[in-house]
């Protein structure tokens, strides 16, 4: 007897990933991939991927799977891990104790704060969307072609589902690729990874083809509609613009350690934390983005150079600094650029930043501006040395 089938896969969430790249990639410059090879290593953003359901018979919606996706925007290589909605949750400040159950109870932003709490890390971004997103996106990209291995066939009344897609070449509608991918026989998660595998070399074909460009205002206003996302468009953020580079054979794909277990008649996914530990440190932790996260800039232009502050400051958002202020300096005659910083625990994060912008460093103690720093641009700074690293 086949299982039943309600989760939605984590490569239809690559797929988004990269059908999103793809089209800022064309209508984009390259300006955001100038940032990698910096002095800032490491450099790696963290997108939480969910996919649910839609609301039935007036319920809350549930969400059928959970991918922590970590991007390292410096070598185009992911990590991606697979968080099992039946995860056991034992903590303190959560009243639930299944993953899933975070979704239903406060959407994605409780779901994204458990993962946090769970993880010990911090999550960038997110982007969340159900399964008629889904479709619509296929749809949008004018459907998939690709070769079925075998007659796919399952019927579930009770949920409403429908598989019956013939075996050999076929084209497939949004809907169809959904049922494809969905699809779960004996073999179980097996021959259906391998689908999924197969669907995204697909997917990645039609998207990077010439008949895609023509079809790309169209695949933006389907992704506004159907994916909610917190990603600024101000700030896009270097792994969409990197996203078209990152090879296949670069994504790392994991499953959050651990075992299924019943506990109180109740199905759970138990975490193996030491294992999970190495994972997570390896694919996801030990990032500058987030670090930078932290510092707030003044971007003050001690030379006249036109347009030099606020230049410099979109350039320098794209490590992860936030921007408090660009303006003038108290003159123009500063020959050398300077980084102020007010705390010796931020010396490290300043070395690095006086490595990018070829500037000498002053300390002066307040522990009340730990994270703030002041940039005066002199006359040795040019922007183009910035734009070439």
């Not at 391998?194 to 695949?219: H, M, N, W, Y």
């Not at 994972?279 to 003044?298: A, C, G, P, Q």
Request: proline fraction near 2%; charged fraction near 25%.
């Amino acid at each position: 007897m086949l299982e039943k089938l309600t989760d939605w896969k984590y490569i239809s969430l690559i797929i988004f990933m990269l059908i999103i790249g793809i089209a800022f990639a064309y209508i984009w410059n390259d300006e955001l991939s100038q940032i990698t090879g910096g002095p800032f290593e490491d450099n790696k953003v963290n997108i939480l991927a969910v996919g649910y359901d839609s609301a039935i018979n007036g319920g809350a919606s549930r969400a059928d799977t959970m991918i922590l996706i970590s991007i390292d925007i410096d070598t185009n290589e992911a990590g991606v891990i697979f968080l099992p909605r039946d995860t056991f949750i034992n903590l303190e400040s959560k009243n639930f104790t299944k993953l899933n159950t975070s979704f239903a109870r406060g959407g994605i932003e409780l779901t994204k704060a458990t993962v946090e709490e769970l993880l010990e890390i911090e999550i960038d971004y997110y982007l969340a969307s159900d399964f008629k997103g889904f479709e619509n996106i296929i749809d949008r990209l004018g459907g998939i072609e690709i070769e079925v291995e075998k007659d796919l066939y399952y019927v579930d009344r009770a949920g409403g589902l429908y598989i019956n897609i013939s075996e050999g070449q076929q084209y497939l509608s949004g809907e169809d690729a959904l049922k494809y991918v969905r699809y779960r026989d004996r073999s179980g998660d097996i021959g259906r990874i391998e689908r999924q595998q197969k669907f995204v070399d697909a997917v990645i074909e039609k998207a990077i083809s010439p008949s895609t460009v023509a079809r790309l205002p169209g695949i933006f206003r389907e992704i506004n509609r159907s994916i909610d996302t917190d990603i600024p468009i101000r700030d896009i953020s270097p792994f969409l613009s990197t996203a078209k580079d990152i090879d296949l054979n670069n994504i790392e794909i994991r499953t959050l350690p651990g075992e299924a277990r019943y506990m109180g008649g109740v199905s759970y996914w138990i975490v193996d934390w030491d294992r999970t530990q190495v994972m997570v440190e390896n694919l996801v932790r030990n990032k500058s983005y987030i670090n930078n996260k932290n510092y707030t800039l003044r971007i003050l232009n001690g030379q006249g150079g036109y347009g030099i502050a606020s230049n410099t400051a979109d350039l320098l958002r794209k490590y992860g600094f936030q921007i408090e202020a660009i303006s003038n300096a108290d003159h123009f005659n500063y020959q050398n650029s300077l980084i102020r910083y007010f705390n010796e625990e931020d010396q490290r994060t300043v070395n690095k930043l006086a490595e990018l912008i070829n500037a000498e460093t002053e300390f002066a103690e307040d522990d009340s501006a730990a994270k703030n720093l002041e940039i005066i641009l002199g006359h040795d700074f040019e922007l183009s040395n910035l734009r070439g690293n």
